[in-house]
């Protein structure tokens, strides 16, 4: 079974510029996650999806991240406009439900500095 | 929200010996699940183990165990017969288990395994 996959793997933007992370999930995994990995830090979910619905944006910063997932498979996580803080690991998971039980699996991530 | 509290920022351990991480949670909640994770350079999270809250008995995978004291919150794993690739970050995490959307991470502990 294919993993989740994600581009670009590194990215290294200006503050103020905008930047675009993309992710594919696990064929048939109807769930997808966003998480923000800041050195030193766990993850923090940014964003949930179910299928192209989105469950739960509550810790997503809306002034200047976006996300969507059209046709309930692919996602892209936007930036726009970048700061130095938002230097981080941005992680994408997939699962085949909501429930506790459905187990994650997680992809490599994009490791994104703004300078 | 859940906290998770990994106080061991690093730990080293020489190979083929055995060591304990450090986990305590704080919640309301008397249904969850609870999980360590492996992180290594790759960036990819891996799972390690799994518990379920109502399970008095502790979760075992091979050489890794844990120790789960529900009254004390606290979730230590124990890694017996290290190996070189073993050496990674570890996060302890938390799920609940009626919302089940989103882990709680702790903030890591860094392995080292010395040959």
Redesign the interface.
Known sequence: EA?VAQSPRYKIIEKRQSVAFWCNPISGHATL?W?QQIL??????LI?FQNNGV??DSQLPKDRFSAERLKGVDSTLKIQPAKLEDSA?Y?C?SSTG???????T????T?LTVV | AQTVTQSQPEMSVQEAETVTLSCTYDTSESDYYLFWYKQPPSRQMILVIRQEAYKQQNATENRFSVNFQKAAKSFSLKISDSQLGDAAMYFCAYRSFNTGNQFYFGTGTSLTVIP
Not at chain 1, 40 to 45: D, F, H, I, T
Not at chain 1, 98 to 104: D, E, I, K, S, V
Not at chain 1, 106 to 109: D, M, P, R, T, W
């Open positions: 993993g996650y998480y030193g830090q766990g993850p923090k979910l949930q469950v739960d690991v992680l998971a909501q429930g506790a039980y459905y187990g994650y997680f992809g490599s991530g490791r």
